[in-house]
């Protein structure tokens, strides 16, 4: 079984979200970056796929060659291998078409992403890949079993969920649910110094979107407070200064 | 040129999202001064599909092929993409639900579109059509200007509101060539808690923390929410202590909202907490420490004992509905 985990190198869920350049780019100024943390679902429920010699875990990630480290640390967390496609990733739509053209000829039974990258929150990855080569996907998905043929998956729907089948090779973006993260070992961070991680270029493919600028949340007023001994105050203001009930 | 919306149903009827999506193309037809087209695939009664008229659809194109009956995103983007090519749709809008979410990408890879998915504004007027959309989860917005011929657009719920828009209604049957290998998926169950509130796009949200201590205090806040009407939801510490299930995280690593009314009891208000919440209209916090980071953020609050303030918010709610 040869599977193929698609890694974003995005910054760490406590990072404080700023922009320069007029609002036009993403501050990285002191970010630390990580394995986005879907991909890290992912990539676990992968290794737990293939542990014991029942096949092989290969990462991809479309990015420059800052993002090693994040590279490395999914390589250290249990992937045998890695795969850089060496390009600033424009948009989803360019990184999808890296991944389908890398996929195309290397027979993978199946390509796993987290469900979203906790940057852009597209969700936009596994379904183009999977329409780029053409195959099945499967997106958010909470649980995933594979019979060396045949994949039996659940997927969130709103208020609950529904169970899929899908035969022969597929793309499916991971949830929480579907495996518990691995944390790299010792042994594992050793080891991922020494595992192959390929550089190669990217394809070229047209421009459909570009981030004019970003913007923040506007700011909430202060707090309006209710006693604690008049909770029914609360009610009120729901209803007649707020409005929502 | 013509726009065209995706409206998804759920056992032959539309939600609420799917008439804010068609309002929301309605004024994106406006602004290009072209007719909206509705795409309905699967079994849902022309009653129902003429409701859709009065956001603003002057025509519906009906989907009923016995092997689309259940969601297939490879099928049903192949028919969308047969649709807007039938229709010379250059914009396509749906709504950014769990399906529409696996349906968009495709769509826009078949038509070489740009994609603004989690858009929470009409396009802009200025002839860059550039989107709004929610990044960072929930920190920062990105406005992505989609720069090809066609374009699709996945609208967040509870981000523009459902406007009527009464317009002559036309049904039509759509038929379009099915490839075998567009049927990979099979739905083998579905299940549906039909007593509970979706929480991605309820409008009403009552959420808990660690604050609660343990999985058997949740009895009042599904009893808050089950007068409100609300949807219920938790911190991640609860979901990976197993107290709630997963699709109730909200927050950095788990689902993004935006009700209108979002009250959060027992929960500090982490950084990765807030990014998913913090474009809910309205944010109450109940919190018995009056230095969380949550009260920065709120609109009301109430620093006290959850379980002393609960049961009172109970009684006051009854009340107040007499």
Same mark, same amino acid.
């Given at each position: 079984? %040869?599977?193929?985990?698609?890694?974003?190198?995005?910054?760490?869920?406590?990072?404080?979200?700023?922009?320069?350049?007029?609002?036009?780019?993403?501050?990285?100024?002191?970010?630390?970056?990580?394995?986005?943390?879907?991909?890290?679902?992912?990539?676990?429920?992968?290794?737990?796929?293939?542990?014991?010699? %029942?096949?092989? !875990?290969?990462?991809?990630?479309?990015?420059?060659?800052?993002?090693?480290?994040?590279?490395?640390?999914?390589?250290?967390?249990?992937?045998?291998?890695?795969?850089?496609?060496?390009?600033?990733?424009?948009?989803?739509?360019?990184?999808?078409?890296?991944?389908?053209?890398?996929? %195309?000829?290397?027979?993978?039974?199946?390509?796993?992403?987290?469900?979203?990258?906790?940057?852009?929150?597209?969700?936009?990855?596994?379904?183009?890949?999977?329409?780029?080569?053409?195959?099945?996907?499967?997106?958010?998905? %909470?649980?995933?079993?594979?019979?060396?043929?045949?994949?039996?998956?659940?997927?969130?729907?709103?208020?609950?969920?529904? !169970?899929?089948? !899908?035969?022969?090779?597929?793309?499916?973006?991971?949830?929480?649910?579907?495996?518990?993260?691995?944390?790299?070992?010792?042994?594992?961070?050793?080891?991922?110094?020494?595992?192959?991680?390929?550089?190669?270029?990217?394809?070229?493919?047209?421009?459909?979107?570009?981030?004019?600028?970003?913007?923040?949340?506007?700011?909430?007023?202060? !707090?309006?407070?209710?006693?604690?001994?008049?909770?029914?105050?609360?009610?009120?203001?729901?209803?007649?200064?707020?409005?929502?009930? | 040129?013509?726009?065209?919306?995706?409206?998804?149903?759920?056992?032959?009827?539309?939600?609420?999202?799917?008439? +804010?999506?068609?309002?929301?193309?309605?004024?994106?037809?406006?602004?290009?001064?072209?007719?909206?087209?509705?795409?309905?695939?699967?079994?849902?009664?022309?009653?129902?599909?003429?409701?859709?008229?009065?956001?603003?659809?002057?025509?519906?194109?009906?989907?009923?092929?016995?092997?689309?009956?259940?969601?297939?995103?490879?099928?049903?983007?192949?028919?969308?993409?047969?649709?807007?090519?039938?229709?010379?749709?250059?914009?396509?809008?749906?709504?950014?639900?769990?399906?529409?979410?696996?349906?968009?990408? =495709?769509?826009?890879?078949?038509?070489?579109?740009?994609?603004?998915?989690?858009?929470?504004?009409?396009?802009?007027?200025?002839?860059?059509?550039?989107?709004?959309?929610?990044?960072?989860?929930?920190?920062?917005?990105?406005?992505?200007?989609?720069?090809?011929?066609?374009?699709?657009?996945?609208?967040?719920?509870?981000?523009?509101?459902?406007?009527?828009?009464?317009?002559?209604?036309?049904? +039509?049957?759509?038929?379009?060539?099915?490839?075998?290998?567009?049927?990979?998926?099979?739905?083998?169950?579905?299940?549906?808690?039909?007593?509970?509130?979706?929480?991605?796009?309820?409008?009403?949200?009552?959420?808990?923390?660690?604050?609660?201590?343990?999985?058997?205090?949740?009895?009042?806040?599904?009893?808050?929410?089950?007068?409100?009407?609300?949807?219920?939801?938790?911190?991640?510490?609860?979901?990976?202590?197993?107290? =709630?299930?997963?699709?109730?995280?909200?927050?950095?690593?788990?689902?993004?909202?935006?009700?209108?009314?979002?009250?959060?009891?027992?929960?500090?208000?982490?950084?990765?907490?807030?990014?998913?919440?913090?474009?809910?209209?309205?944010?109450?916090?109940?919190?018995?420490?009056? +230095?969380?980071?949550?009260?920065?953020?709120?609109?009301?609050?109430?620093?006290?004992?959850?379980?002393?303030?609960?049961?009172?918010?109970?009684?006051?709610?009854?009340?107040?509905?007499?």
């Amino acid at each position: 079984m %040869k599977i193929l985990v698609c890694i974003s190198n995005v910054p760490d869920t406590t990072t404080k979200i700023t922009f320069t350049n007029d609002n036009t780019e993403f501050n990285t100024a002191g970010v630390q970056y990580i394995v986005n943390p879907y991909d890290e679902i992912a990539l676990s429920r992968a290794i737990e796929l293939t542990e014991g010699g %029942k096949g092989t !875990v290969t990462v991809i990630n479309v990015g420059e060659a800052a993002n090693d480290p994040t590279v490395r640390k999914a390589l250290a967390i249990g992937a045998d291998d890695a795969v850089r496609v060496n390009a600033a990733p424009r948009d989803a739509y360019f990184v999808a078409k890296q991944i389908a053209e890398y996929a %195309k000829d290397k027979d993978f039974d199946m390509i796993l992403t987290g469900r979203e990258s906790i940057d852009y929150n597209g969700n936009q990855v596994a379904a183009m890949v999977g329409e780029f080569l053409d195959i099945p996907s499967v997106s958010i998905i %909470k649980k995933l079993d594979y019979d060396g043929s045949s994949a039996t998956i659940e997927r969130e729907i709103e208020g609950g969920k529904e !169970v899929v089948t !899908v035969s022969g090779k597929f793309v499916a973006s991971c949830a929480e649910g579907v495996a518990e993260p691995k944390i790299p070992t010792m042994r594992g961070i050793m080891s991922a110094r020494t595992k192959p991680l390929n550089v190669v270029e990217a394809v070229a493919i047209e421009e459909v979107t570009k981030v004019a600028k970003y913007e923040t949340p506007a700011p909430r007023g202060s !707090v309006k407070l209710v006693p604690a001994d008049q909770v029914e105050s609360l009610i009120g203001l729901l209803h007649s200064e707020a409005k929502v009930i | 040129m013509s726009v065209l919306v995706y409206v998804e149903q759920a056992e032959g009827k539309f939600k609420k999202s799917v008439f +804010e999506a068609v309002s929301y193309a309605k004024a994106i037809a406006d602004q290009q001064s072209t007719n909206l087209t509705a795409i309905s695939i699967g079994d849902v009664a022309e009653s129902e599909l003429k409701e859709l008229g009065k956001y603003g659809a002057a025509k519906v194109l009906n989907v009923s092929a016995d092997q689309l009956k259940t969601f297939v995103n490879q099928a049903y983007a192949s028919v969308i993409a047969a649709a807007a090519e039938k229709e010379s749709a250059d914009i396509i809008v749906l709504s950014n639900s769990f399906s529409g979410k696996g349906l968009a990408p =495709r769509i826009a890879v078949k038509l070489k579109a740009g994609l603004a998915d989690g858009a929470v504004e009409l396009p802009s007027n200025d002839g860059k059509f550039s989107v709004k959309k929610t990044a960072f989860s929930g920190k920062a917005f990105a406005v992505t200007e989609l720069t090809s011929a066609n374009k699709v657009i996945a609208l967040n719920p509870n981000a523009f509101g459902v406007k009527e828009n009464p317009t002559e209604v036309t049904v +039509e049957n759509f038929a379009t060539e099915i490839k075998q290998s567009d049927l990979g998926t099979v739905i083998k169950e579905i299940v549906r808690a039909t007593d509970k509130v979706s929480l991605p796009d309820a409008e009403l949200v009552v959420s808990a923390g660690r604050g609660l201590k343990a999985p058997e205090n949740w009895g009042m806040i599904e009893e808050l929410a089950g007068l409100l009407g609300a949807a219920t939801a938790c911190s991640k510490p609860v979901s990976d202590a197993d107290w =709630r299930p997963h699709s109730e995280h909200v927050g950095q690593t788990g689902i993004s909202i935006s009700p209108n009314l979002y009250i959060a009891i027992g929960i500090s208000g982490a950084i990765q907490h807030l990014a998913g919440v913090s474009s809910s209209k309205v944010i109450v916090v109940i919190n018995k420490d009056p +230095e969380a980071p949550f009260f920065k953020v709120a609109d009301y609050g109430i620093v006290g004992d959850a379980f002393e303030v609960v049961p009172k918010l109970i009684e006051a709610l009854k009340a107040h509905k007499g």
